[in-house]
């Protein structure tokens, strides 16, 4: 099972991005996803996830200006990033989880590689 990020890159701020996280091994279409992130000398911090429901949860931090979305049929995560800032610049993983539910606590068991992010001021 593996899950490969990527759409990262250098953008201005204000600017946009959409990161995709694609699924290969096996179907996470019933599972819970998410992405998290991690900026140089703190520790990964929970972004977005999406529960097989449907249902969405956002950090504080990016709730308005980040979207979360999955396509099943290409067994792919997306994170859609508008109005970017310089704090959001970080290493974004996308992680599954054996369950249904993701949030900002659920257990995930399936974790990208990662994609840099970094923005401009």
């Known amino acids: 099972v593996q899950l490969q990020a990527c759409g990262g890159g250098l953008v201005q701020a204000g600017g946009s991005l959409r990161l995709s996280c694609a699924a290969s091994?096996?179907?996470?279409?019933?599972?819970?996803m998410g992405w998290f992130r991690q900026a140089p000398g703190k520790e990964r911090e929970f972004v977005a996830a999406r529960s097989w429901s449907g249902a969405t949860y956002y950090s504080d931090s990016v709730g308005g200006r980040f979207t979360i979305s999955r396509d099943n049929a290409k067994n792919t995560l997306y994170l859609h990033m508008n109005s970017l800032k310089p704090e959001d610049a970080a290493v974004y993983y996308c992680?599954?989880?054996?369950?249904?539910?993701?949030?900002?606590?659920?257990?995930?068991?399936?974790w990208g590689q990662g994609t840099q992010v970094t923005v401009s001021s």
């Open positions: 992680a599954a989880s054996l369950g249904v539910v993701a949030g900002r606590r659920t257990r995930y068991t399936y």
């Open positions: 091994g096996r179907s996470f279409s019933r599972n819970g």
